[in-house]
């Protein structure tokens, strides 16, 4: 199971998560990555934990002020990046063009959808990844995969429907072990989180939490 931890903008240190994220990594063997912001990549990148963007503008080198270039995305250490995250909605030709300018200079690419139907369009776009996330529930700590658990296995069979190597994450309320187990037994390949570990007192722990089971 792969596991993508979000930072969003919360008011968390993203060094003392990233350091929990690899140190909790290393030390069971599940792949955990973390997303912080634009600003923070470096720094994170830096501790040695597998760092992800939380997103890349469409464009190439040029004048477009404010945007979040894939060439600076990589230089700053980032291995990937989420695209049309529910909180940071694209155009279909702009999650076209940031997948080919995440292609362009070597990220991972996941990209976010509200639902199976919603996955089997962006999974013709060919990401390496979709991640199906029901924006009612994100923030809430009812997990996808108890609450709606259809939403998955649909997203699971739109994805195969169109290309069979695409991986299929889930999120939204997902904050235990449980809820990872729950997720791979209904055939995602990893899990998209936030607030069960950005706003935990404890992140060492929560971290600890999510992986004990796999
Ligand atoms: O990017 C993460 C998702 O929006 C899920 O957020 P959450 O774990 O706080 O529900």
Known sequence: MFVL??????????????EAVRDVSDASGVDIA???QTAHL?????????????????????????????EAVADAGATGTMLNHSEN????????????AAERVG?????CAN????????????????????????????????????????AVAAAEAV???????????????????????LGAEGVLLASGVAKADDPIAALEDLVEPL
């Open 89 to 100: 909605r694209l155009k279909l030709a702009d999650i076209d063009a940031g997948l080919a």
């Open 5 to 18: 931890v979000n930072l969003k903008a919360y008011p968390c240190d993203p060094i003392e998560i990233a």
């Open 115 to 154: 639902n199976p139907e919603q996955v089997g369009a962006v999974a013709a776009l060919g990401p390496d990844a979709v991640a199906v996330e029901p924006p009612e529930l994100i923030g809430t700590g009812t997990p996808v995969s108890k609450a709606d658990p259809d939403i998955v296995t649909d």
């Open 107 to 111: 990220l991972d690419t996941t990209v």
């Open 42 to 70: 470096s720094q994170v990148a830096e501790t040695g934990v597998e760092t992800w963007g939380q997103h890349v503008s469409p464009v190439e080198h040029g004048s477009h002020t404010g945007s979040t270039l894939a």
């Open 34 to 36: 973390v997303a912080p």
């Open 163 to 185: 290309d069979e190597n695409i991986s299929v994450f889930c999120g939204a309320g997902i904050s235990t072990g449980e809820d990872l187990v729950s997720a791979r037994e």
